[in-house]
């Protein structure tokens, strides 16, 4: 009885491992299709604004709060770790690196995630489920050049440009809690965030946006596609759509932290 069980155990693994490969293969064919529907987007420029606006401006309310409050716990945290071994000069330091570089291009990614990616998916996969895709594809329209492509730009465009303006928030949000909260003077926070503060930590965290750009628009694009069963199934598009997204964000963040800083920008 308990071979039996083992063995259907062990062949529900096989069989979920073999459906992760084959569904991994399917979303880069999918990434795949979208690069080479890009040239010749600008022609459809107004669809990508369109996403633009929906992607950037709409998500600002919530990257917002969730900037100012992740610089105002930063700032805590931080403090209480100094406490009686480093001198408060170095709080601006830590806050700076901390946000440009990790905080601010993760966490704006996540909250993205959840927000554009769900949306994304739930929009596509209505339109996949009510046939609206396949009477584009008989009319002669490319879904993927109509629908995808300009998620996916705008995806790569404002993610970056969202994560400049939280990095900002928390870094504000970083500096109020430690004037009015933790007695550090607006001169030695500014020191301090001026002290190690380095270009390329900018510039890695906004490479790393990029990409976690590109796969919040490719997730939510991929399973909208994807999507069958009528509501349902699209209520399961969109919890796979984020679940994906905040998956592939953390496992790309930690590459993308290994090839930037270790490699690129050693030394």
């Not at 945290?77 to 993760?106: H, N, T, W």
């Not at 929009?123 to 050049?145: C, H, W």
């Not at 440009?161 to 900002?168: C, E, G, P």
């Not at 199934?233 to 930690?254: E, F, Q, W």
């Amino acid at each position: 009885m308990n071979a039996n069980h083992t063995l259907v155990g062990a062949e529900d693994l096989g069989r979920r491992i073999v459906g992760g490969i084959e569904e991994t293969g399917k979303v880069f064919l999918f990434f795949l299709s979208i690069l080479r529907a890009i040239p010749g987007f600008w022609k459809k420029g107004h669809l990508v604004v369109e996403q633009m606006m929906a992607m950037g401006i709409e998500s600002l309310p919530l990257v917002v709060v969730t900037s100012l409050f992740t610089g105002g716990v930063a700032a805590v945290q931080a403090a209480y770790q100094f406490q009686d071994y480093v001198p408060m000069r170095y709080l601006g330091s830590v806050i700076g690196k901390s946000v440009v570089i990790e905080l601010g291009p993760v966490l704006t990614a996540l909250v993205v995630a959840g927000r554009v990616g769900a949306s994304i998916a739930a929009e596509l996969g209505t339109m996949k489920v009510t046939e609206q895709i396949d009477a584009l594809e008989t009319i002669g329209i490319s879904p993927i050049r109509y629908l995808a492509v300009p998620r996916f730009m705008a995806g790569m465009i404002m993610l970056p440009v969202v994560t400049i303006f939280s990095d900002f928030l928390a870094i504000a949000g970083a500096y109020t809690v430690a004037y009015f909260s933790l007695d550090v003077s607006a001169n030695v926070f500014m020191e301090g965030l001026r002290l190690f503060f380095h270009l390329r930590d900018v510039f890695g965290g906004l490479v790393k946006s990029l990409f976690f750009g590109v796969v919040i628009a490719t997730m939510g694009c991929y399973f909208g596609f994807s999507a069958q069963g009528g509501a349902e199934g699209v209520g399961r598009a969109t919890t796979k759509a984020v679940v994906g997204s905040c998956l592939l964000i953390l496992v790309l963040d930690y590459l993308l932290a290994s090839l930037l800083f270790r490699v690129i920008f050693a030394g």
